[in-house]
């Protein structure tokens, strides 16, 4: 995908992630998803329970995403996401790129 940074201001460090926001997150995620959801303190139970219950390997993401949104205890703003994800090795640049993105205040628009 090529990106195009867009300000969007509703879109800061201290605002909770939106839906659209983590489907976006979820987007760029790849292979390494499960392992993204154990740094994020989710079980294996957890990640096979999400993925028994969605066919749809975005959509696994995604519930993947909102189940640490429901549990944090931070404010799960794009800040606290990219923080328990510094550690994920092979975590993809553009996810990386597009957590900085919503952080600083400018959500990378996708080309489809």
Do not use: C
Not at 29 to 53: C, F, H, M, N, P
Not at 54 to 76: F, I, N, Y
Not at 100 to 106: A, E, P, Q, S, V
């Amino acid at each position: 995908m090529n990106y195009h940074g867009v300000h969007f201001p509703d879109t800061n460090r201290g605002q909770a992630l939106s839906g659209k926001q983590l489907l976006q997150v979820a987007e760029t995620l790849g292979q390494e998803w499960g392992r993204v959801g154990v740094y994020l303190d989710l079980s294996t139970t957890d990640l096979d329970d999400i993925k028994a219950g969605e066919a749809d390997v975005t959509m696994q993401k995604l519930k993947m995403l909102e189940l640490w949104q429901r549990r944090t205890t931070s404010e799960a703003t794009a800040q606290d996401l990219l923080t328990g994800l510094e550690a994920v090795i092979d975590l993809p640049v553009k996810t990386r790129q597009l957590l900085r993105d919503m952080i600083n205040g400018t959500l990378t628009q996708p080309d489809r």
